[in-house]
């Protein structure tokens, strides 16, 4: 079906103005479809031609004003509407399918108990999945909604409820006017809690079998929820103005949570029902707050065209960081971002997919998908964070309440809210929004220093690089800090110039003083760069890195030294080194968590095979040693539990806690830990499918039935292989997550050989399993499927030949192309390594 585009978007938004959506959804009728009626009232240009969008199963009826219009005329999704006039009543009724996808009306039925569940996501262009619209950001309007619904079951949605005048019938209040991917509703047997703040109501959803896991916790949902609306209620002016404010974690859903006004769905995800780590909270806490950043940003002021994504998910991610470090027990927040998020987004930024903050185009909303990626989240947050650290706080949201003032309920462009913010600043944004937002690429800030004979720096500065490809020089504001073994820190700001000669700015304040210790440039992580320590800071690292006090310092400095060997510059062994020398004393766990995945992805892919045993063993030594002198219960102990799992190849040791032997204390073994525990039996070979069987009749509930299916694709047997590959290139009946979890669990690194068929059958086989499936669950099916272990000249070979081919789609497309790269960066890094180079 054709992606609507930016030239037709615009024509369509000069053509017509929508006033409203009535909508009714009866939901009580068997079988895998739903009965939609819509009428749409609509102003538009007299004589004018245009079109709405629907992708229906059966097209039941159309009338346009007066006249019925023959459902024959659909086209693909495209219902051609002719003659218009002034003013306009369209009305569309069919036969609508559920989805097993997350997307459109997505159908879930409980393993844990039968029960069925339903939810609406109509992002980014699937509100015509539901019912016939104008599907496209710009041409919001009020929904009025009701639903029919079989008669045990509860119904939420945007609006609030205004009426029951039957038993299964729900009718709602108009909404504000919303853009059409903010629809949502949910429907069946839910789990309610119900609150209050500030004269907002709130809400919270959840299926039945969760039912105790988010009573367990529906105090800290709250407690963080009435937190994060009394301060950004002091950031704003304009208070929330959506009326309720209800947050339903949903089952199989793709994204982390969606901002539909009034109604937010979360994944379930969220609603932990073993043991997790406060990092794990975090999370919770900053996906709330950023999901209510967007009730500002994206819902109340809306981009125009996904061009302006960056407006929505930049400003989210930036204020949720903020808001839940200023206004929870979360203050560690901006090193989680430093850790975690920002090094997804200087991934994405290197890639040959790389891409302006702010695109100057996105010709349809099929391309606009793929940018939903570590650069429209997390570079765009990292840059507004160093657009507040350049014009100053107060400045920056006087901008922003202008622009929220000015475009309420509205629509507007990145000019629109640079004209706001240099009002407010007195600060011409021109040129650093050319520099910062429209250009592609991370620059390095590299520490160059010299000593005299008597141990003093005659020469210290910060010299700014970039990509021969972008070679691009933006103005930061940074941080400098010198870390001494027995002295205070010294830390002082200092403005790089993109104009200074070679991009080299002196630190002059450093010149004659002792040259002890390590200099840290970007301390306090005000922008978005990677850093480089000079060679004796670099030396002094695994000294003084466990004795910091500091858990964001740590963080940028750990992150140094990953990117360094993800760059080749140094060997992974260094890495390993310094978690054996670091770790054990870390406590900071998002810390201890994020160098255990990060650097577990460089020793599986860039160390050979014997190497990459020897590393696993310091890591796991590592692991004993954290957990030895965690406190018995704590998130630091669960962190190190779960390393050590994951990197042991002591298949006794995993036994005997599986049975409940020698577990240390305060350790729980749930159901989260023994799946854990079994998945690397499994990949190790020391359980099989019995074992599978028995945990999953043990823990009968959806994660459970993830779990198994990732574990069954884990199994070292050829059979089990045949049929995991058989589910990954041609299964539609499966859910999104049970596929998935089938596509994580297929390659291991210990299975090289017995895998090696399969990586020249993704190349030839994944361009029509993309096909099979919608754009998100086939992108995520395509990377997660993707042959990473496969380091070799051929595998980049049959991916090149993929990507000669005019028949992918654009999510494949990308996602080869991307990961290809993670592939050459590996082939590099081994081959230094075998130089003795890196």
């Not at 099989?688 to 990732?710: K, L, M, Q």
């Not at 997550?737 to 090289?752: H, I, K, S």
Request: proline content about 6%; overall charge negative; glycine content about 6%.
């Amino acid at each position: 079906m054709p992606s609507l585009t930016r030239v037709e978007a615009t024509a369509r938004a000069a053509l017509i103005t929508v006033e409203s959506y009535q909508v009714d959804l009866d939901l009580t009728g068997a079988g895998e479809r739903f009965r939609s009626t819509v009428t749409i009232r609509f102003r538009a240009t007299p004589g004018a031609e245009t079109f709405a969008e629907v992708k229906p199963v059966t097209l039941l009826g159309v009338r346009l004003n007066d006249r019925d219009l023959d459902p024959a005329l659909l086209d693909d999704n495209r219902l051609p509407l002719t003659g218009l006039a002034a003013d306009n009543t369209l009305t569309v009724s069919a036969e609508m399918a559920y989805s097993n996808t997350g997307e459109g009306m997505h159908r879930f039925v409980d393993p844990a108990d039968g029960e069925t569940y339903l939810y609406a996501m109509s992002f980014l262009d699937d509100v015509q999945r539901i019912f016939a619209a104008f599907d496209q950001p710009d041409l919001k309007a009020p929904v009025t909604l009701s639903v029919t619904a079989p008669p045990e079951w509860t119904v939420a949605a945007n609006g609030q409820l205004a009426d029951r005048p039957a038993p299964g019938r729900w009718e709602f209040a108009p909404t504000e006017p919303l853009a059409t991917y903010f629809f949502t509703l949910i429907a069946g047997p839910w789990h309610v809690r119900h609150d209050e703040h500030d004269g907002i109501p709130l809400g919270l959803y959840c299926r039945r079998s969760l039912a105790a896991h988010l009573d367990a916790d529906a105090d800290e949902i709250f407690t963080v929820t009435r937190q994060c609306f009394d301060r950004f209620h002091q950031l704003f002016a304009e208070r929330y103005p959506f009326g309720k404010y209800d947050q339903a974690f949903m089952p199989e859903f793709n994204a982390g949570a969606m901002e539909n006004p009034g109604l937010v769905t979360l994944r379930d995800d969220y609603v932990f029902r073993s043991a997790v780590t406060d990092s794990q909270r975090e999370l919770r806490a900053t996906t709330i707050a950023h999901e209510m950043a967007h009730m500002w940003f994206g819902d109340l002021v809306t981009m125009r065209w996904w061009d302006d994504l960056w407006l929505n998910e930049s400003f989210a991610e930036y204020l949720g960081t903020r808001v839940t470090a200023e206004a929870t027990r979360f203050d560690q927040a901006w090193t989680t971002f430093a850790m975690r998020r920002k090094a997804w987004g200087y991934a994405a930024d290197q890639r040959p997919s790389t891409h302006p903050v702010a695109p100057d185009e996105v010709t349809d909303a099929a391309q606009a998908l793929l940018n939903f990626d570590g650069i429209s989240y997390a570079k765009g947050a990292s840059v507004l964070r160093q657009l507040v650290a350049w014009v100053g706080d107060d400045a920056f949201l006087a901008g922003l309440n202008a622009h929220f003032a000015k475009h309420r309920f509205g629509n507007a462009t990145l000019t629109d809210l640079l004209e706001s913010l240099s009002t407010a600043s007195g600060r011409d944004l021109a040129d650093w929004a050319a520099r910062w937002l429209r250009r592609p690429q991370v620059n390095t800030l590299r520490m160059v220093t010299a000593v005299d004979a008597a141990g003093r720096w005659t020469d210290a500065a910060v010299v700014q690089t970039a990509p021969e490809a972008y070679p691009v020089l933006r103005p930061h504001r940074i941080g400098v800090a010198r870390y001494a073994p027995d002295a205070p820190v010294h830390r002082f700001e200092v403005d790089l110039d993109p104009e200074a000669d070679q991009g080299r700015t002196g630190l002059s304040e450093l010149i004659g003083q002792p040259a002890t210790g390590l200099l840290l440039p970007n301390a306090g992580d005000l922008t978005f760069a990677k850093i480089r320590l000079d060679p004796a800071s670099a030396d002094a690292v695994p000294m003084l890195l466990p004795g910091l006090d500091d858990p964001l310092a740590r963080a940028l400095l750990w992150g140094e030294a990953l990117d360094a060997a993800t760059d080749g510059e140094r060997p992974v062994a260094s890495v390993v080194s310094l978690i054996a020398a670091a770790l054990p004393a870390e406590t900071e766990v998002i810390i201890a968590e994020d160098v255990l995945t990060l650097s577990r992805n460089l020793v599986d892919r860039y160390l050979e095979p014997l190497a990459r045993d020897a590393a696993l063993l310091r890591i796991g030594e590592a692991c004993a040693a954290l957990l030895a002198g965690a406190p018995a219960g704590e998130s630091l102990q669960l962190a190190a539990a779960r390393g050590l799992i994951g990197a042991t190849a002591d298949a006794g040791l995993l036994a005997r806690w599986l049975a409940g032997d020698g577990v240390p204390e305060g350790l729980a073994v749930d159901a989260d830990l023994r799946w854990a525990l079994l998945r690397r039996l499994v990949v190790l070979g020391a359980a099989g499918e019995p074992e599978i069987a028995a945990e999953a009749a043990a823990d009968r509930s959806a994660t459970g039935a993830e779990r198994a299916a990732s574990c069954r694709a884990a199994l070292p047997d050829a059979d089990a292989k045949r049929a995991a590959w058989e589910i990954i290139t041609s299964n539609t009946e499966l859910s999104n997550r049970l596929v998935e979890a089938t596509a994580e669990g297929f390659w291991q690194p210990e299975q090289a050989e017995l895998t090696a068929g399969y990586v020249e059958r993704y190349f030839a086989e994944m361009p029509a399993a993309a096909r099979l499936r919608t754009p998100w669950t086939a992108d995520r099916v395509a990377t997660l499927a993707f042959p990473r272990y496969a380091v070799a000249q051929s595998t980049r070979d049959l991916a090149a030949a993929l990507l000669a081919r005019d028949d992918l789609t654009p999510g494949l497309r990308r996602r080869v192309v991307d990961l290809d790269d993670d592939l050459r960066r590996a082939l590099v890094a081994r081959t230094a390594v075998a130089a003795g180079t890196a």
